[in-house]
């Protein structure tokens, strides 16, 4: 991955008005058998396939996209197989062909930045890759078509400053992330969604439990509204306001929506077993903190064999404590995974 917060390969396709060119057939296929392989964790098949899909594009002795998206590819592997350096050679390689084939300010390109920006990102040269993503972001604001683009680069960028420490800055992204996402495609958008859940956890991060919630709750919102009863995003969202306000003390709140969100696990039929495992984890380790053992042990007792048969407890018997004023000077939670799952792909 070019950053932890950033899927590589994920940024919106080239607009129709301009699209890249096909690659030949026989690359094409190895790259497809390949990143399926990377994609499953089978990391010798995908150097296999990766490999020989790179060679059959280079011996084409075309600077095109087939070369490109190749390049890419192995960049990507090498990342996964932990070889930072290594994957900087292919995107390097990469960036150069995208910018002869598609154009210096292309779509293509702009991705091609960001992943190089990653790798140097992960290698300690943070300026290098604020350069590079800085670029990116300036290609795609000067298209409005590339709005969602633009909220992808900013999405990265802010992420790089917020590992710098730069936490205004970074604020002051996430903020023009979400704006772009909002022109990109509305404001109740699954894209504004996730730009809504990025800068929310920042906010939680900070400890600025005011400024997080709302913006949780709003892509709570959006996400039910635009997804099906069962779909696990929406039981990971639920799940991680639920544990944003135990986070804060709001144990009432903070039980009601871990049931909720095992309710929602529930709905999808087995879909996402790890979600609701997740979710009556963690509503049993509330109860337990809150002297309720035997229910949490029945909840644990019964997760296992059959999450769908474990009955809930019979609801919240404990008083909601005043709200937290949200300031910066508030102790700060670790944010757990299940609020990080409940962003998905950010881009």
């Known amino acids: ?133 800085l670029r990116a972001v ?49 404001a109740e958008s699954l894209s504004v969604a996730r730009r809504l859940d990025a800068l929310a956890l920042f906010e939680h991060s900070r400890g600025l439990y005011d400024a997080a919630e709302p913006l949780y709750r709003r892509a709570l919102e959006i996400k039910e509204k635009r997804l099906g009863p069962g779909d696990g995003r929406i039981l990971a969202a639920l799940d991680a306001l639920a544990l944003f306000e135990e986070a804060r003390g709001r144990d009432a709140e903070a039980e009601a929506l871990y049931r909720r969100a095992i309710d929602a696990g529930r709905r999808a039929d087995g879909t996402d077993a790890e979600g609701l495992k997740s979710a009556l984890a963690d509503y049993a380790h509330l109860l337990r903190r809150l002297g309720r053992a035997s229910e949490a042990d029945a909840l644990d007792a019964r997760s296992n064999p059959s999450p769908r048969s474990a009955p809930l407890p019979a609801g919240p018997s404990i008083s909601a404590p005043a709200l937290s004023t949200g300031t910066a000077s508030a102790p700060v939670p670790a944010v757990s995974t299940a609020t990080a799952a409940a962003q998905g792909s950010k881009r």
Request: aromatic share 4%; net charge negative; hydrophobic share 45%.
């Open 1 to 133: 991955m070019p950053f932890a917060w950033a899927p590589r390969r994920s940024v919106p396709p080239a607009p129709r008005s301009a699209p890249a060119p096909t690659p030949a057939a026989p690359p094409r296929l190895g790259l497809e058998i390949g990143d399926r392989a990377l994609r499953h964790g089978r990391l010798s098949e995908a150097e296999v396939e990766l490999s020989s899909a790179l060679a059959r594009a280079e011996s084409l002795g075309s600077r095109d996209a087939a070369l490109a998206t190749a390049l890419d590819a192995m960049g990507d592997l090498r990342e996964a197989q932990g070889d930072a350096a290594g994957a900087e050679v292919y995107d390097r390689r990469a960036l150069a062909v995208w910018e002869d084939c598609a154009g210096p300010d292309a779509p293509e390109t702009g991705a091609a930045r960001a992943y190089l920006a990653g790798v140097c990102a992960a290698q300690g040269r943070a300026a290098e890759a604020e350069e590079l993503l």
């Open 138 to 186: 300036a290609s795609a604001q000067a298209d409005p078509a590339r709005a969602e683009e633009a909220a992808a680069r900013l999405d990265d960028l802010g992420g790089l400053e917020r590992s710098r420490g730069r936490l205004d800055a970074a604020q002051a992204d996430y903020r023009r992330a979400l704006e772009f996402a909002e022109t990109a495609d509305g």
